[in-house]
């Protein structure tokens, strides 16, 4: 009698706590839904600049996910992001320049967002700092969007999901606050780094690379070549601004646009190289259909600009060598 008392006694206390065990329960699997999200890093990465007001979360990433293929942000709502950076060639354009609302046509090639987070200057002249502000510009670019920063998040803030959403986000109405936060965020889990080349040099799989790739590995990493001296490190790019030699003349200033320096005209960005096969065309503006012509420039020591890095001049390399250097390169394409 005594004990079934006791076990009455014991029912009626789960009884009563399993509602606050209940509420608990309710409360973690909400903060799990705010719990910031762990970006998927290979472990060869550094580890990418993110602003203390825009940490990241899931429902951040999916708000910026959807802004980032909605025609809705252009003026005449023909227009995404997603229109001049598609996600089967790394976030890339195929176009050597890129068209926008009424296909208008702008003055450089789309680069690719995949491991864009890491980049500590955008555009091709470095002259914009950091992805939130970044997203502006095509917006306002009457070349690309052409529509106010503030109009297109008018125009938004009128659909009850992109509310709901921005709410479950940022803890306030849509706004160009969260609009430009959002896809910022999105764009920072843009992450490639399982390639054939990442698995053979920090796996230690050797059986990733051809010989071919192994060759033209070699020839890629080696003062023959001095490729590896401004596409250097484990992105393949030192970041800097040079002159590869591209032209005998060139139409766009590059870096001297954001600096006004005389030293710097004629320099753009060096671009990683990593998911280049997807990339084409090349270059700022876009004037290498294919990675055979890209070798071909470097080979013959490029133009022969005075603004020209001395790194570049002629090769002299045998036609198997090109054929390496063009398979190596091919084999920086992230898997998933
Ligand atoms: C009409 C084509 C077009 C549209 C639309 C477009 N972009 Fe771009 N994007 C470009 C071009 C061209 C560049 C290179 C500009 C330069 O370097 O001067 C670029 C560059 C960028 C960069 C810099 C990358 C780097 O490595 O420096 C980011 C980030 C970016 N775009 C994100 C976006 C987002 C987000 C949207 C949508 C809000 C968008 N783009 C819409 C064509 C476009
Ligand atoms: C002096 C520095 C420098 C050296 C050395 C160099 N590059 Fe480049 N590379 C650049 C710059 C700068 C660009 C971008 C030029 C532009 O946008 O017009 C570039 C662009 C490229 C591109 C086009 C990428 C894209 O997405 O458009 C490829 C491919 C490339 N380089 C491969 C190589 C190879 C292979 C070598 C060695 C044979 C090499 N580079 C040596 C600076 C260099």
Redesign the pocket.
Known sequence: MKSNYKIKLLQNSIGKYSYAIFILLLFFISCDQEKGYELELPSHFPTPNIPADNSLTINRINLGKK??FDPM??KDTT???????FPTQAFS?TLP?????HR?L????????LN?AF?P????????PN?EI??I???E?P???GFKLRDAAERLSENDLYQKMSKSAYQREFSPYVLVRA??AY?RTLIGGNSRYDLFQFQNQKDQLSEGEQRGRQLFFNQKTNCSSCHEGVLFTNFAFENNGLHETYKDVGRAGVTMKQLDKFKF?V?SLRNVELTAPYM?DGSFANLEAVIEHYNQGGKQHLQQNPLIRPLYLTEREKADLVAFLKSLTHQN
């Open positions: 802004l980032f942000l252009s227009v995404s992001c997603a229109s001049c950076h354009d320049l890129s068209r926008g609302i208008n702008g003055k450089r090639n789309a680069p690719s967002l864009v980049v200057q955008l555009f091709r002249d470095g002259g914009v992805l970044q997203v510009s095509p917006l670019n070349n690309e969007m896809l910022a764009q960005r671009p700022h």
